[in-house]
């Protein structure tokens, strides 16, 4: 049975706002790939939650979003296991997967500065964020909580309207 994590869960395990998890999920960077059957509620698995963790330690290090669009499309998919082996490096402007010691030498021999992640460190920093946060299984999701409204799209459609 899947299980997964609704998006206040998931947005204080990757160390993101929740406007930056909306934001991403509607643009297709990071969405929650686990429905619940007959409610279709959205939650969010631990590898979403990794990648979402990923994107913000790259933007945070000033990588631009579009590279990083790239590199989560290609972390996308792969199996835990497989994510464990990746060590992520970038000089600022491109991300590299290393999977080898050499590799990651490789890269730093280059000259130039580099900013490394280790994705077996951030799957842990998440487990151990996650740890204290039951997950949800899909047949056992209550009725979604009603959304807070969004106050200022409220106020542009009154605008319009009114």
């Not at 204290?132 to 409220?154: F, H």
């Amino acid at each position: 049975m899947d299980v997964g994590y609704r998006g206040p869960a998931a947005c204080t395990a990757a160390g993101v706002t929740y406007r930056q998890l909306d934001y991403w999920a509607r643009t297709g960077l990071v969405e929650p790939s686990v429905r619940n059957g007959a409610q279709n509620a959205p939650l969010y698995s631990l590898p979403d939650i990794l990648l979402l963790k990923v994107a913000k330690r790259l933007l945070d290090t000033g990588i631009s979003l579009q590279q990083i669009r790239t590199a989560v499309d290609h972390l996308r998919g792969r199996a835990a296991q497989d994510l464990a082996r990746i060590t992520l490096m970038s000089d600022g402007v491109s991300v590299y997967e290393c999977t080898s010691p050499e590799e990651v030498v490789d890269l730093m021999q280059r000259g130039q500065g580099m900013f490394g992640l280790a994705l077996a460190h951030v799957w842990r920093e998440l487990e151990e964020a996650l740890g204290v946060v039951p997950p949800e299984e899909r047949a056992d999701l209550p009725q979604a909580a009603p959304q807070a409204v969004d106050e200022l799209a409220r106020r542009r459609r009154e605008r319009r309207t009114g």
